[in-house]
């Protein structure tokens, strides 16, 4: 889960023309900054070796009190090296947040962060889904930005961001990828004790299989079908359906309080977080504090063996 156990997983391999430009902005500024340190460097040593104590000469050298010449050099070169790092800096930042064409028929979802959750809305779509984005390959995805708390900020190291999600306005932005993949999200401004763990996946696919996961989402597979996740529905109806939503079911929740759970089964992780299996959602829905510290998630530990069992069953049928 940390950066150093998915080394690739950072700004300098990007996968889309977002990435891309951030990184580009990134390098320029590093050469700028090792051009000064270097410069810096060379001056220091040089000032050093020349104008050092020589043995038998203890005379006091030339007291200098003020040159223009030198303020004028040490605040012009500074302004210039700023003014060539922002130039490409506005460009990239205000193309991101550019308008969704309207002639084009784009892609918007719309974003809305939780503590400690993420939404995905695609209000053209119809669909809603949480902690996973699935976008096509090889097209800008418009996300408006916003939050349901406090400032969170949305993060993909490969794909782009930094954005901010801050409460009562929205922030736009656009990402793209160029190859099929998952890539790993996290959120990236302190917004509580469930900060840290706040992660979420954006999942790209090629067009085609995003329209068949959009079929799908639209047509979801939620009846249960075993005597298994029959009584397994009935005990998400008394214990969960107050929270969470699951379309295709009479389970619609009126605020947005906890993650839509439509497709459950589909999602390769659980809260963002742990590897979707029996054992980890066991562990999540008993002891949620213990995984993800914060959450608004309470504890299921009351549930019976057998009632655990058939929530999971049915948890696990949502396709
Ligand atoms: Cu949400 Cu940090």
Known sequence: MTGCEEPDRTVFSPKGEA?????????????????????????????????????????????????????????????????????????HTFSLAEEAPKDEDPLRVKVTAHQYWWEFEYPDLGIKTAQQLHIPTDEKVYLELTSDDVIHAFWVPELAGKQDLNPGSTN???????????????????????????????????????????????????????AEQKAGKEVFTQNCMSCHAIDGTQMKTKGEKA???????????????????????????????QVKPGTYMPSFDFLSDEDMDNLKAYLQSLE
Not at 54 to 81: A, C, F, R, Y
Not at 264 to 278: C, Q, S, V
């Open 172 to 226: 736009k932005m656009w990402i793209d990828a160029d190859e099929p993949g998952t890539y790993e999200g996290r959120c990236a401004e302190l917004c509580g004790a469930g900060h840290a763990l706040m992660n979420f996946q954006v999942v790209a696919q090629e067009k085609e299989d995003f329209d068949k996961w959009v079929e799908k989402r639209k047509n979801p597979s939620s009846e249960p079908k075993t």
């Open 19 to 91: 990435g891309e430009g951030s990184l580009d902005v990134i390098m320029l500024s590093i050469y700028i900054m090792t051009f000064v340190v270097a410069v810096v460097l060379a001056i220091f040593i040089y000032v050093l070796i020349r104008y050092r104590q020589k043995p038998g000469d203890n005379s006091i050298p030339k007291q200098v009190e003020g040159s223009m010449k030198l303020e004028m050099l040490w605040t012009v070169i500074p302004i210039i090296l700023l003014a060539i790092l922002a130039v490409p800096t506005l460009t």
């Open 259 to 289: 993650p839509n759970l439509t497709g459950f089964a589909e999602r390769n992780k659980i809260a963002g977080l742990l590897e979707n299996n029996d054992e980890n959602l066991e562990k999540w829905m008993k002891h949620p504090e």
